[in-house]
């Protein structure tokens, strides 16, 4: 399974997926295959399918925060891993009246494990929706808003892409 993540919290943005030591990097609309390694004295090596090469710390300050360190400086970069971001935003929005119908959607590659609604259900605001197991970690996806279910799109024992459509759910009026 890949792991994606987001980095800088403003323009430009920078999208990491793949899985150790292979990774895609996006940067302004543009994608580049990279390879990381550990080098003995710690630092990480990056490789990059042209030939050039960065090496340099990578640490840590924060859960949404790392510092990187290089022959060019320092540099602090948010970092946001969507699936949390996602989970997180289920209590900020719930209850919220008056939404659009809401596709959810993998925001990662994933195996369904099991879905916990079928349509014509209703759901309650953070109501479980489906369980997606992704880099050996199993994630409950569950509902932003109280709603009814119009579409499921997959199965238990489904795999699926980043981007695919999983549910279509009609906000409760």
Do not use: W
Not at 12 to 40: K, M, Q
Not at 47 to 70: H, N, P
Not at 167 to 173: E, F, V
């Amino acid at each position: 399974m890949s792991r994606s993540f987001v980095f800088g919290s403003a323009h430009p943005e920078i999208t990491v997926r793949g899985r150790a030591p292979r990774y895609e990097v996006t940067h302004d609309g543009r994608s580049e295959s990279i390879e990381v390694r550990s080098l003995p004295d710690g630092r990480l090596s990056i490789l990059f399918a042209d030939g050039r090469q960065i090496s340099g710390r990578v640490r840590r300050r924060r859960e949404d925060e790392v510092e990187i360190s290089t022959a060019r400086g320092r540099r602090r970069l948010a970092v946001t891993d969507p699936l949390r971001a996602r989970l997180s935003s289920v209590a900020q929005h719930a209850g919220g009246g008056g939404m659009e119908t809401e596709e959810v959607r993998a925001l990662m590659p994933g195996r369904v494990v099991d879905v916990s609604v079928a349509v014509g259900d209703s759901v309650e605001a953070g109501g479980l929706l489906l369980v997606l197991e992704a880099m050996k970690m199993q994630n409950e996806l569950r509902a932003t808003h109280a709603g009814v279910v119009l579409q499921c799109a997959i199965a238990a024992g489904q795999t699926v892409d980043t981007g695919a459509l999983l549910l279509t759910i009609q906000p409760a009026r």
